[in-house]
């Protein structure tokens, strides 16, 4: 299955699928979709996003997280994926779904019962992993980038509201 990306579609309502790493068509379709998603999240379209399609989100978020906490749009069958790889394809979706999630989590925090707020701490510590750097030579930009991105979210409000969500994070 391709990931054709419609300029006129909501990649926040787009259902999550795991992508093939050895597949060509698959794997282009994985990163599509995941630099879709984050490159969304960049120009601030989750916070245009009503209450049901952060629900809907944040729920479909849930079922597709990895052990780790990570989004990861890729299976890797025993390859390591390269540093860049790793980037477009676990970190950069995990930082959008983080952003969303604080943007979220300010406007409506009555929507993180138990269970979404055990997502959201997961998925908070997992964007952790590469202190929010991009790949190889561009780190300090993807650092600036995602700090822009999560500031724009409320991250400072967010710190201050909910220091108990995520302590690694906060700290």
């Not at 998603?37 to 399609?53: I, S, V």
């Not at 409506?108 to 997502?119: H, I, N, Q, S």
Request: with cysteine; proline share 4%.
């Amino acid at each position: 299955m391709t990931y054709d990306m419609n300029l006129e579609e909501n990649v926040y309502e787009k259902p999550f699928q795991r992508y093939e790493l050895n597949d060509p068509e698959t794997y282009a379709a994985a990163r599509c979709h995941a630099n879709a998603l984050y490159d969304a999240t960049l120009a601030g379209e989750h916070m245009k996003l009503t209450r049901e399609q952060v629900i809907a989100f944040w729920d479909q978020v849930a079922g597709f997280q990895s052990q780790d906490g990570m989004l990861r749009f890729i299976d890797v069958d025993g390859r390591e994926l390269r540093s860049y790889e790793r980037v477009d394809l676990w970190y950069q979706p995990t930082y959008a779904a983080v952003a969303l999630g604080i943007h979220a989590y300010l406007r409506w925090p009555e929507l993180f019962d138990e269970a979404r707020t055990a997502v959201f701490s997961k998925l908070l510590e997992a964007s952790l992993g590469r202190h929010f750097a991009g790949p190889g030579h561009s780190s300090c930009g993807g650092f600036v980038e995602v700090m822009r991105m999560f500031v724009r979210a409320g991250l400072g409000q967010f710190l201050k509201e909910a220091p108990e969500i995520c302590p690694v994070f906060t700290k």
